[in-house]
């Protein structure tokens, strides 16, 4: 069985930083891409950032300048360091794994920015 587990998350006041890490248990078979997307309350999953197989990565633009994707292919990790966190980025984040099959998808993490 596959099983995406995220930690790193918390409470962080504006401004500062966070760094989320998503640890794969299991064989994933094809990945092509792993990342990480957000959800608010009352709000669509959005796409945050990704790391594809080839090690070229990609951001929303939200994010894109604060936010940095990077992986542990020996240790089946993947990591999003968040810094200069504003109240918008409050949300659950999930790591998200593509293979050649389906995508695969953890609980997530609760990402509170507020002072």
């Known amino acids: 069985q596959v099983q995406l587990v995220e930690s790193g998350g918390g409470l962080v006041q504006p401004g500062g930083s966070l760094r989320l890490s998503c640890a794969a248990s299991?064989?994933?078979?094809?990945?092509?891409?792993m990342g990480w997307y957000r959800q608010a309350p009352g709000k669509q999953r959005d796409l945050v950032a990704v790391?594809?197989?080839?090690?070229?990565?990609n951001y929303a633009d939200s994010v894109k300048g604060r936010f940095t994707v990077s992986r542990d292919n020996a240790k089946n990790l993947v990591y999003l360091q968040m810094n200069s966190l504003s109240p918008e980025d409050t949300a659950v984040y999930y790591c998200?794994?593509?293979?050649?099959?389906?995508?695969?998808w953890g609980q997530g993490t609760q990402v509170t920015v507020s002072s």
């Open positions: 790391i594809n197989s080839g090690g070229s990565t």
């Open positions: 998200n794994v593509k293979s050649i099959a389906r995508e695969f």
């Open positions: 299991g064989t994933i078979f094809g990945i092509k891409a």
